[in-house]
Antibody
Framework: QVQLVQSGSELKKPGASVKVSCKAS????????MNWVRQAPGQGLEWMGW????????TYAQGFTGRFVFSLDTSVSTAYLQISSLKAEDTGVYYC???????????????WGQGTLVTVSS | EIVLTQSPGTLSLSPGERATLSCRAS???????LAWFQQKPGQAPRLLIY???SRATGIPDRFSGSGSGTDFTLTISRLEPEDFAVYYC????????FGQGTKVEIK
């Protein structure tokens, strides 16, 4: 069965870096884009961008450029989100979510990781 | 960027009642790339509806979606106890945006 399993919660100090992993199984990794979504405490869902599983080319949404890096290790079917120079406002749950687009049609994310809580506090 | 505005912010209803949730887009959503998600506390979002009106796999038929262009609706025909949650609309395709959410709470 399809699974996206994310790494565990992180507690970091301001200015530090964090790397969140998302390991995929149960499907062909290269067939689905991987998106990242942030949810601040008590808030809604915010799209961060996506990474092309074939080229490794990332696309970042507004507000997520500079300190955010998406990457892949296709040998282990895993996507990564790295955030540098952490700030208190980066605190939240980070989700990975797969997306499929054919040549004519796109579909919304049908499988999500369980979420990784990143807390930034001194 | 397409902005999605959901209303109402909170819906207070009793089990068995009908819920009608609205999602309005700031510009036309292409190819009806509009989805609805359900999220419960501590859980990832769950896909309910895609393409504005198609139910995702395993979603009960009490959930239905309608609309096109800039106005979309999620209807839950008869609320079950497990349906009390937060609901988000999303436009997808070349980029994504989410509405701010509607909380369906027990009256």
């Amino acid at each position: 069965q399809v699974q996206l399993v994310q790494s565990g919660s992180e507690l970091k100090k301001p200015g530090a870096s964090v790397k969140v992993s998302c390991k995929a199984s149960g499907y062909t990794f290269s067939s689905y884009a991987m998106n990242w979504v942030r949810q601040a405490p008590g808030q809604g869902l915010e799209w961060m961008g996506w990474i092309n599983p074939n080229t490794g080319n990332p696309t970042y949404a507004q507000g997520f450029t500079g300190r955010f890096v998406f990457s892949l290790d296709t040998s282990v079917s895993t996507a990564y989100l790295q955030i540098s120079s952490l700030k208190a406002e980066d605190t939240g749950v980070y989700y990975c979510a797969r997306e499929y687009c054919s040549s004519t049609t796109c579909y919304p994310p049908d499988y999500w990781g369980q979420g990784t809580l990143v807390t930034v506090s001194s | 960027e397409i902005v999605l505005t959901q209303s109402p912010g909170t819906l207070s209803l009793s089990p068995g009642e009908r819920a009608t949730l609205s999602c309005r887009a700031s510009q036309s959503v292409s190819s009806s790339y509009l989805a609805w998600f359900q999220q419960k506390p501590g859980q990832a979002p769950r896909l309910l509806i895609y393409g504005a009106s198609s139910r995702a796999t395993g979603i009960p038929d009490r959930f239905s979606g309608s609309g096109s262009g800039t106005d979309f609706t999620l209807t839950i025909s008869r609320l079950e106890p497990e349906d009390f949650a937060v609901y988000y609309c999303q436009q997808y395709g070349s980029s994504w945006t989410f509405g701010q959410g509607t909380k369906v709470e027990i009256k």
